[in-house]
């Protein structure tokens, strides 16, 4: 979905968010104030401008506008696959940005992420999946890898991933599979003004996505794996 | 002396840690393996490629995390990442003064696909969460399987990173891209190309890593008890000036060999002699050349 189409929903007091090279931020006017606005559109592959240019506007958003709360609107399909980012050291500048998103919840900004059209691998969880809480939209697709990459790494059969991708939630694609294992709180159907006002309302600081996923059914040993070790234990309790 | 590259996992923590210290959570005994394998007829491992617990380092308890690079790549699955975050979790429990992570992996295990990519962010919040509590977070890079994808991204969010020149951090490996963008772009088979772009050399030059040593366990030992005390003596949790500080570093990197195409030309700007030859230096003489010419680090 265009990032436009969400945000004109999304926001009927009004926006103001800038697109560049695939690259947004900005404003946006909810009935109890502002709200920074960052992310990315186009599936943009996320190369280290980037993903510097987004932890750039999350610090000044710290620095400027203490406790604004941050949407990040994620729409991208992973890091990009260049010789040239790895060599500036691309993992540097996603854990930086990772950094900043973490940096802004601890300085109290509540923070909270939209998948509105695709989110893919490292381009995730340096910024969507650092926020407080993450939510998709239906259509939504998320993943690590494509199926034919994941087939040539893994040297499971490419028919084989096909088949499972329909039926088991590790390996399909879709937002409801990340709702069941706790990657996804929710997912917006419906009012988005009022989804986001839910979400923000309900923000804080806990990673309880292995408790969810443990809840929901879609991460059964995650939750008691923590707790024993928590615990200092030895065996996992039966 | 071991070399620490060819060595296992547990070898590893049996050599760095203080003789007989380490007391593991969850062992092999535990029998907690992958429920996501069986599916896709792959092996499990009694430990899930990794083995934590407390140990003490020269006197010191500590927490000690440590991959295995020959299952599935050291690659994080579901209960892979949880052994990780319980050790951080209980090292912010007891309020331990330092987690150690020998760190070898592939990043997210594809086995397990979105349970291994959950699975890793939960790890990167632990570490900064560990952080936020007061705890040192320090990561050790030195197994032939080197340090990539989502775990290459948590070891930038340690306190501190030690290498080996025969080491590799980054993010994609050589073999992704050039599947994705051609022979090309990065030639995976260049051996000499992929250490240039990913070794223990370069990312110290970059000031991704803090310290790069031999490839002994010893050598990782000492660095690891330096690397701890370093950390402890500063401030440990991010702050809003050490990350103004980090983006401004950043950004001058992009901005000053934003345009070049091989790691020897940065090498050369940052004023290293004989450029070309870094890669044959043994370790000492590089890091007495390197030491005050590289990239300031966070």
Partial sequence: ?238 | MSSYLESTARERLDKLVDAGSFDEFLGPAARVTSPHLGQLNAPVSFDDGVAVGAARLDGAPIYVAAQEGSFMGGAVGEVHGAKLVGLLRRAVAQRAGAVLLLLETGGVRLHEANAGLIAVSEVMRAVLDARAAGVAVVALVGGSNGCFGGMGIVARCCNAIVMSEEGRLAMSGPEVIETASGVEEFDSRDRALVWRTTGGKHRFLLGDCQAVVADTVAAFRQAAIDAIARVRQGEIALSLAALEREHALLAERLRRFGDMRDPVEIWGALGMDDPAAIPMLEAERFISAAQTRRLGSE
């Avoid at chain 1, 999304?10 to 926006?15: A, R, S, T, Y």
């Avoid at chain 1, 691309?90 to 939209?114: E, F, P, Q």
Wanted: hydrophobic content about 45%.
């Fill in chain 1, 1 to 238: 979905m265009e990032w436009k189409t969400v945000a004109a929903s999304m926001f009927p007091l009004g926006f103001d968010i800038a697109e560049r090279d695939d690259f947004l931020c900005g404003s946006a006017q909810l009935a109890g104030g502002p709200i920074a606005v960052v992310g990315t559109c186009g599936h943009a592959p996320i190369g280290v401008e980037i993903a510097l240019a987004q932890a750039g506007f999350v610090l000044d958003g710290i620095r400027q506008h203490p406790g604004r709360p941050i949407l990040i609107l994620v729409d991208t399909q992973g890091q990009r696959l260049r010789h040239r980012d790895e060599m500036l050291g691309i993992n540097s500048y996603m854990a930086h940005l990772g950094k900043c998103v973490d940096l802004a919840r601890r300085h109290g900004h509540r923070t909270v992420a939209l998948v509105y059209d695709q989110a893919l691998s490292g381009g995730f969880i340096t910024s969507g999946l650092m926020a407080d809480a993450c939510y998709a939209l239906p259509d939504a697709t998320i993943r690590v890898m494509g199926l034919p990459a994941m087939a040539r790494i893994t040297k499971v059969p490419e028919e084989r991933l096909v088949a499972l991708a329909a039926t088991n939630p590790v390996f399909a694609p879709g937002p409801e599979n990340y709702l069941r294992m706790g990657g996804i709180e929710a997912i917006w159907q419906g009012d988005l003004a009022a989804a986001l006002e839910q979400a923000l309302g309900q923000a804080h600081g806990d990673d309880t996505r292995s408790a969810l996923g443990l809840a929901r059914g879609g991460r059964k040993l995650a939750q008691p794996v923590i707790e024993a070790i928590v615990a200092g234990k030895h065996a996992l309790a039966s």
